[in-house]
């Protein structure tokens, strides 16, 4: 599933320059609560995005791919969609999108309970 490591890493690209940005181009300007939901937008984002990388990867050991897998890795990248993408836009706006964000939580529970079930249930190279 090289594609999810490409997904994973272009990612981790973004969360280098995302948090760059909130440590330098927002500290001060926004409101404390506010840098709280950058950072913590930050440190989802990357832990995920991570978790791409290591599921990709992790699939080469499969014989064929379990599309709870593949199911899996597309739940971790709309959770950092939903979740990190709503507390940026939050902290950037003071928007109200709070009903977002625990979508995208849900997203990256369901996706790590199945890449679990995957991880169990299915035979490896």
Known sequence: MKKFVIIGSINMALVVALGA????????????????????AVEYHMAHALGLIVLGLFASKFTTIPSLLKTACWLLFIGIILFSGSLYIMA???????????????????????????AGKYKTN
Request: a neutral charge.
């Open 92 to 118: 950037l706006t003071e928007a109200k999108l709070g009903f977002i964000t625990p979508t995208g939580g849900v997203a990256f529970v369901v996706g790590w309970i199945l890449a679990a079930v995957a």
């Open 21 to 40: 940005f909130g440590a330098h181009g927002l500290e001060g300007k926004i409101a404390e609560k506010l840098m709280g939901y950058w950072q913590t």
